[in-house]
C-alpha cells in the first residue's frame, strides 16, 4: 500500500497532465541517450553483417559455399559473445561490459576489413 502511495503521490492527480508532462520532460534526457546508444549498436551489427555476404561473394571474390559458411559461422559467433557479454554484463554492470565488448571489436576490424582469405575475412566477422 505504502508503494501504491508513493506511485500515485508521484503521478499526480488522475486525470492531471502536468504530472506527466513533467515526467515526460525530465526523462528525454535518458531517452534520447537510449536512441543514440541503439543507433550505434544498431550500426555495429546490422551496419556490417547485412552487407558483409555481398562484400565477400562480390568484393572478395569468394564462392557461395566460402559466404555461407562464414555467415553461419559468424551467426554462432554472435550467439556466443551474446551470452558471454550478458553473463559478464551480470558481473561486472552493463557499461562495463557494453565498453569491453566494443573495445574487443577494434582489433579485428583490419581482418574483418583488409583480410585476404576466406579465413582471415571469416575470423575478421567472427
Known sequence: MWLEGQESARRGPPGSATGSASQLWAFLPTFLF?????????SFSHGTQD???TFL?????????????????????SIGGGFAFGALSEKWGRKRAIVTAA??????VPLYAYGHSA???GAGRC
Open 57 to 77: 561473394a562480390v568484393q572478395a571474390g569468394l564462392k557461395p559455399e566460402t559466404v555461407g559458411l562464414i555467415g553461419v559461422l559468424y551467426g554462432l559467433g
Open 103 to 108: 573495445l574487443l571489436a577494434i582489433p579485428v
Open 34 to 42: 537510449l536512441v543514440l546508444l541503439m543507433t550505434a549498436f544498431m
Open 119 to 121: 579465413v582471415t575475412l
Open 51 to 53: 552487407v558483409y555476404p
